[in-house]
């Protein structure tokens, strides 16, 4: 409960600071908006050429692509800034007021800023799973719901633990920008599903088959949306798969706490 009035009043703090700049707050909304349509104008005439893309028709893949977009807008809305500033906190010292705050100090550096204009991602994303599904016309039970929510979260605490790994390199580095954007460059093989990767000839190892693999089982990051979204749509057929991505999201919390207490203990901090 304590933990809660915490984040409630980081939430309202967040919420203010948006009001002060609403007209930053709605461009960004305006842009995402933008980025979401033409997301969807694109597949569609891709669809309009093709009747499926490797098993995937045009609903199941709006799914997909709908599961993928509530994943990061999640991680964007709660994360992303925070991580961002972690760099920030360190060069400026201010990461000293948060080691003698009477919170845990990765909770207080992981959830003190909420980029409440990416709530309007969250929204769209929901709205297009929704429609994907009614269009798809199969039933949808209570248990599938449950399991699909329950990988969503999964796949958000994965990249998560991915994300503040990548902010804990500040300690030592000062600065990390150029892992940030390694972190994108990774995470957007994720934004199509593992078996857009399959080689065509099942004798020879192809690139593709080599990407599958690497970021099936070294860093599964091909799993963390095309697991909820095989769940949702009723395709899931190797069952293996979702044992393999919940491992990944508990061993990379594991990892995350540990890297971060390791790096906060070789924190030099402003006054020392």
Same mark, same amino acid.
Not at 50 to 63: L, R
Not at 125 to 132: E, M, R, Y
Not at 244 to 265: D, E, H, M, T, Y
């Given at each position: 409960?304590?933990?809660?009035?915490?984040?409630?009043?980081?939430?309202?703090?967040?919420?203010?600071?948006?009001?002060?700049?609403?007209?930053?707050?709605?461009?960004?909304?305006?842009?995402?908006?933008?980025? +979401?349509?033409?997301?969807?104008?694109?597949?569609?005439?891709?669809?309009?050429?093709?009747?499926?893309?490797?098993?995937?028709?045009?609903?199941?893949?709006?799914?997909?692509?709908?599961?993928?977009?509530?994943?990061?807008?999640?991680?964007?809305?709660? +994360?992303?800034?925070?991580?961002?500033?972690?760099?920030?906190?360190?060069?400026?010292?201010?990461?000293?007021?948060?080691?003698?705050?009477?919170?845990?100090?990765? +909770?207080?550096?992981?959830?003190?800023?909420?980029?409440?204009?990416?709530?309007?991602?969250?929204?769209?994303?929901?709205?297009?799973?929704?429609?994907?599904?009614?269009?798809?016309?199969?039933?949808?039970?209570?248990?599938?719901?449950?399991?699909?929510?329950?990988?969503?979260?999964?796949?958000?605490?994965?990249?998560?633990?991915?994300?503040?790994?990548?902010?804990?390199?500040?300690?030592?580095?000062?600065?990390?920008?150029?892992?940030?954007?390694?972190?994108?460059?990774?995470?957007?093989?994720?934004?199509?599903?593992?078996?857009?990767?399959?080689?065509?000839?099942?004798?020879?190892?192809?690139?593709?088959?080599?990407?599958?693999?690497?970021?099936?089982?070294?860093?599964?990051?091909?799993?963390?949306?095309?697991?909820?979204?095989?769940?949702?749509?009723?395709?899931?057929?190797?069952?293996?798969?979702?044992?393999?991505?919940?491992?990944?999201?508990?061993?990379?919390?594991?990892?995350?706490?540990?890297?971060?207490?390791?790096?906060?203990?070789?924190?030099?901090?402003?006054?020392?």
């Amino acid at each position: 409960m304590f933990h809660l009035r915490v984040f409630a009043t980081f939430f309202r703090n967040s919420l203010i600071r948006e009001m002060m700049f609403q007209g930053n707050f709605l461009i960004q909304i305006i842009t995402r908006a933008f980025w +979401f349509f033409a997301q969807i104008a694109l597949f569609k005439v891709i669809f309009e050429k093709v009747p499926s893309i490797n098993g995937w028709t045009q609903d199941q893949y709006f799914a997909f692509m709908a599961t993928g977009m509530l994943i990061n807008g999640i991680v964007e809305t709660f +994360f992303m800034p925070n991580c961002a500033s972690f760099s920030e906190q360190i060069r400026t010292g201010r990461l000293d007021f948060a080691l003698l705050k009477p919170v845990d100090t990765q +909770f207080l550096v992981s959830l003190e800023r909420v980029n409440l204009a990416m709530v309007s991602q969250v929204l769209l994303a929901a709205g297009l799973l929704i429609n994907s599904l009614y269009r798809i016309g199969e039933p949808i039970s209570v248990l599938q719901l449950v399991i699909y929510l329950f990988y969503v979260t999964t796949g958000v605490l994965f990249f998560y633990s991915m994300m503040i790994v990548t902010a804990c390199s500040s300690i030592f580095l000062g600065r990390n920008q150029g892992l940030y954007d390694f972190w994108f460059y990774i995470t957007v093989f994720g934004r199509y599903p593992r078996s857009i990767y399959d080689g065509r000839d099942p004798s020879q190892i192809e690139g593709g088959e080599i990407l599958q693999f690497g970021f099936s089982y070294i860093m599964p990051i091909l799993l963390v949306i095309t697991v909820p979204a095989r769940v949702i749509v009723n395709t899931l057929d190797q069952k293996h798969w979702a044992v393999v991505s919940l491992l990944a999201a508990v061993a990379g919390l594991v990892i995350a706490r540990g890297v971060f207490k390791w790096s906060l203990n070789h924190y030099r901090s402003a006054s020392s």
